[in-house]
């Protein structure tokens, strides 16, 4: 993988919360936009936008499906950087098949049938 590719992952995984532009991304690694999206999409197959989409996507479904923790959907939404909660409310669903509450609520019921799947 291109290491610039790699170096914008690695800052979108770790700053998942802020507000990522396209220009940002490619100032991260001193390239024009055109030129970092046409990069990144042909290294990962998708655009850097989807990308982000599906790595906040990701970490949301982590945070609904952690049971020690419960934090509302509109929490949950900012701290993976989604700041309207009815757009990440569409986005999981289009994504996962279910809202994030049915989601949550799936989950916990898989959870409290067998608690010891989270325990290794």
Do not use: C
């Not at 998708?46 to 923790?69: C, G, H, V």
């Not at 009815?86 to 996962?96: D, E, G, R, V």
């Not at 916990?108 to 608690?115: G, M």
């Amino acid at each position: 993988m291109d290491r610039r590719v790699f170096h914008v992952k690695q800052k979108l995984s770790q700053y998942l919360g802020r507000s990522w532009s396209v220009e940002e991304m490619a100032e991260e690694v001193g390239m024009s936009a055109s030129h970092f999206q046409h990069l990144f999409k042909e290294e990962i197959g998708i655009t850097p936008k989807a990308y982000l989409q599906s790595l906040r996507l990701e970490k949301a479904r982590e945070l609904l499906a952690d049971s020690n923790r419960f934090l509302l959907i509109k929490e949950i939404a900012l701290q993976v950087g989604l700041l309207n909660a009815s757009h990440f409310t569409s986005a999981f669903k289009a994504k996962f098949g279910v809202s994030p509450s049915k989601f949550r609520d799936q989950h916990a019921k898989i959870h409290q049938s067998n608690p010891q799947d989270g325990q290794k």
